[in-house]
């Protein structure tokens, strides 16, 4: 079991360092040799399936991380009771059934992880804020914009007042700000805010990891919009090559960037 959870927890590892076909390799090897050992209720075997819808997630097989997180979810709520683990599970089967577009069910889905983690954390907590986040971009995609600002901003004043500026999760929060004041026409507003989590995002980070990908995607937007198309290719160009060195060429990424 050492071996295994060792196994785990090194793919977890490679996967924050956006080595995921390793992570996926490490994360596969663990589970299978707990399912050797162990019952499928069993909490390691139950840790491990989330471990592998996470690097799926990851990945970019949402259809196939769905399946392991709602059997994770599933085997947690058997048991009745609000857990951390079960809130883990739920916040990342949220954002699965997101970036498929089943936005209903990831609506739904949120609330409840919302209401699950304020009372396993309280009010004022980094986990509440990720579970407003995610509420944020559900409505963001459903072009409720001004509902996607409220949660996005409720969720920078937490994660800002808990970790400070100079982190990835308060810059993350700040792209998703920016975002929301794009599809506003807000672009004078966006533009200030995007540059400066990305210049939080390259101090944390360097200049090549998916996080600044993400805050070029926002960019690269801010100017197409503006009408200014050197920069707008600029930050483009540069969001796939960083997605292509994290993910390979055919990733969703890499396509969307192109």
């Given at each position: ?104 069910i990831a609506d739904s889905l949120g609330r409840d992880t919302l209401a699950m983690d304020r009372q396993i954390y309280g009010e004022i907590h980094p986990r509440v804020a990720d579970d407003l ?126």
């Open positions: 079991n050492d071996v295994a959870d060792s196994l785990i927890a090194l793919g977890l590892l490679r996967l924050d360092q956006s080595k995921n076909e390793e992570a996926e390799r490490l994360v596969r090897e663990g589970l299978a040799m707990h399912r050797k050992r162990l019952p499928p209720h069993d909490p390691s075997v139950v840790k491990a399936n989330f471990a592998l819808g996470r690097v799926l997630e990851e990945r970019g097989d949402y259809a196939e991380a769905i399946k392991v997180l709602d059997e994770t979810v599933r085997l947690q709520s058997a048991q009745g009771n609000a857990t951390t683990d079960l809130s883990d599970s739920m916040n990342a089967l949220v954002m699965a059934r997101t970036l498929i577009g089943n936005f209903a986040a995610n509420l944020g971009v559900i409505q963001y995609d459903l072009r409720h914009f001004t509902e996607a600002e409220k949660y996005y901003r409720q969720a920078l004043s937490l994660k800002q007042a808990w970790y400070g500026k100079e982190h990835p999760d308060t810059a993350i929060c700040m792209v998703g700000v920016g975002q929301v004041l794009v599809a506003q026409h807000r672009y004078d507003d966006a533009a200030d805010i995007l540059h400066e989590a990305l210049a939080i995002q390259e101090r944390i980070y360097g200049k090549v990891h998916p996080q600044i990908a993400i805050g070029l995607n926002m960019l690269g937007s801010l100017e197409l919009r503006r009408g200014r198309l050197d920069d707008a290719e600029s930050d483009f160009l540069r969001m796939a090559d960083i997605n292509r060195a994290a993910y390979g060429d055919k990733h969703n990424l890499v396509v969307v960037a192109l």
